[in-house]
């Protein structure tokens, strides 16, 4: 069953559509040419596309008129049918690379893993009754600790750590310049982003724990973007939310690269809109607004 709370009160999850599959296919050189065909991915699939932490995927594909084959990923060289299974610990793309005297056929498939752990029976409802069970199986946290719920599930970062949230009762709402005074000193940012390691769920749990305990009120926030091009299916991110007394609602996104840099940006979140952020303290040579990620989908989860 899926949930939707009121616009603001939401969080993140992945979920590309079954088998979303991504083709590209380069030009050719030598227009006009008469060159042989290139090679026909005939199908390139990930079942299923959307696992939880610790399953299995098979890939399975069916590729004609090629010389060879290659699945990226440490796979390698296929034969031109076939399926195998794999263990994507993240969100992971499967690139398979068709080649012939004809040119090169690409073709992509993504795979989602749910940044969750179940540790309950999925309920057919997911009640007050049903999550009181889950926290009966999970660790104690002190009394202002909380972990973050969602459909029966509870959230973990990349390293499968419990995320938890720890909340200052004194904490208050901040004002615009105050808040930009506390990231530009907060670190959050500076640590680098490290796949399987430390990600987006990470820099938000971060964030939320370094701000309340500087007396400042926030929330984490999880989403679900459309991403830009045409790459089928959603994928999932989060971030911090701080009610300001003169700006409202702020949307803070401290991701960092994976070197490590000065990362706080304020972001654009409202359903049906591109997800833009903008760099709060830029350095030079840096961007001061970026990409959009995509169009936000939902808000899972806002948490305070």
Same mark, same amino acid.
């Given at each position: 069953?899926r ?5 603001? #009160?939401l969080?993140?999850?992945l979920?590309?559509?079954? &088998?979303?599959c991504l ?6 050189p ?9 090679p ?9 596309s ?11 594909w ?9 699945i ?29 005297a004809?040119g090169e056929?690409v073709?992509t498939v ?7 752990i ?10 007050d ?5 889950l926290? &009966?199986?999970l ?5 202002n600790?909380?972990?973050? #719920? ?6 973990v &970062?990349?390293d ?14 901040p004002?615009?310049a105050?808040?930009?005074e506390?990231l530009?000193?907060?670190?959050t940012?500076?640590?680098a ?8 769920g ?12 500087a007396?400042i009120?926030?929330?984490l926030?999880?989403?679900?973007l459309?991403p830009?091009?045409?790459?089928? &299916? ?6 911090n939310? #701080?009610?300001?007394?003169d700006?409202g609602?702020?949307?803070i996104?401290?991701?960092s690269?994976?070197?490590?840099y000065?990362?706080d940006k ?12 903008q760099?709060?303290?830029?350095q030079p040579?840096?961007m001061i607004v970026?990409?959009?990620m995509?169009?936000v989908?939902?808000?899972d989860?806002?948490?305070?």
């Open positions: 069953m949930i939707r709370l009121p616009i603001v #009160f969080s993140l999850l979920a590309l559509s079954a &088998g979303a083709e590209v296919q380069p030009a050719q030598g227009a006009g040419q008469d060159l042989p065909p290139r026909e991915v005939v199908s390139f699939k990930a079942q299923p959307r696992i939880e932490r610790g399953s299995t995927v098979t890939l399975q069916d590729v004609r008129g090629a010389d060879s084959i290659v990226d990923n440490g796979i390698g060289t296929v034969s031109s049918r076939g399926s195998m299974q794999v263990r994507p610990e993240s969100m992971n793309s499967y690139n398979l690379t068709a080649t012939s004809g056929t073709s993504m795979v989602n893993v749910l940044p969750f179940k540790v309950a029976s999925p309920a057919a409802t997911y009640t009754e049903s999550k009181e069970i926290i &009966g199986r660790p104690a946290l002190g009394s600790e909380s972990y973050v #719920f969602f459909n029966g599930a509870v959230m &970062g990349a499968n750590s419990l995320i938890v949230l720890r909340n200052n009762p004194s904490a208050r709402n004002d615009w105050e808040l930009k506390f530009k000193k907060d670190q940012d500076a640590h982003y490290v796949p399987n390691k430390y990600t987006c990470d820099f938000a749990q971060a964030l939320h724990n370094n701000a309340e305990a007396g009120r926030a929330a926030v999880a989403i679900e459309q830009p091009g045409p790459v089928q &299916g959603v994928m999932n991110h989060s971030l939310a #701080f009610e300001t007394t700006k609602t702020v949307y996104d401290d991701t690269s994976s070197q490590g000065y990362a304020i972001v654009n979140v409202a359903i049906a809109s591109d997800y833009t952020a760099s709060i303290f830029p040579g840096q970026w990409p959009s995509g169009k989908e939902s808000i989860i806002f948490q305070w």
